[in-house]
Nanobody, 123 residues
Framework: QVQLVESGGTLVQAGASLRLSCAAS?????MGWFRQAPGKERELVAA????????AYTDSVKDRFTISRDNAKGVVYLHMNRLMPEDTAVYYC???????????????????WGQGTQVTVSS
């Protein structure tokens, strides 16, 4: 069983930048970041292929967020710039065990989930 441990969530002011990290304890392939705000459904924020050559973003974070990974360290990052109050949510890291270099958008295709890290953006 692979464990995912997120870190980096905190309280920041609007316009600030933040980097989330997620460390995997074993071999994983496609990885992604999801978020869930109070009263809202979980949504995909960004996903990245195993090789890191391909990625996908939800429209509201395009041009502000960047997902990257370091397979040597087993870590995926979410670089968040120009944060807005509507970015406030619990952010979850997810990883798949299926050997593929595809970008995985469907949460049901992920096998492992982190415990979540809170990001709060004040106005």
């Amino acid at each position: 069983q692979v464990q995912l441990v997120e870190s980096g969530g905190t309280l920041v002011q609007a316009g600030a930048s933040l980097r989330l990290s997620c460390a995997a304890s074993g071999r994983v392939y496609g990885m992604g970041w999801f978020r869930q705000a109070p009263g809202k459904e979980r949504e995909l924020v960004a996903a990245i292929s195993w090789s890191g050559d391909a990625s996908a973003y939800t429209d509201s974070v395009k041009d502000r967020f960047t997902i990257s990974r370091d397979n040597a360290k087993g870590v995926v990052y979410l670089h968040m710039n120009r944060l807005m109050p509507e970015d406030t949510a619990v952010y979850y890291c997810a990883a798949g065990s299926r050997r593929t270099d595809a970008v995985i958008r469907d949460p049901d295709e992920y096998d492992y989930w982190g415990q979540g890290t809170q990001v709060t953006v004040s106005s």
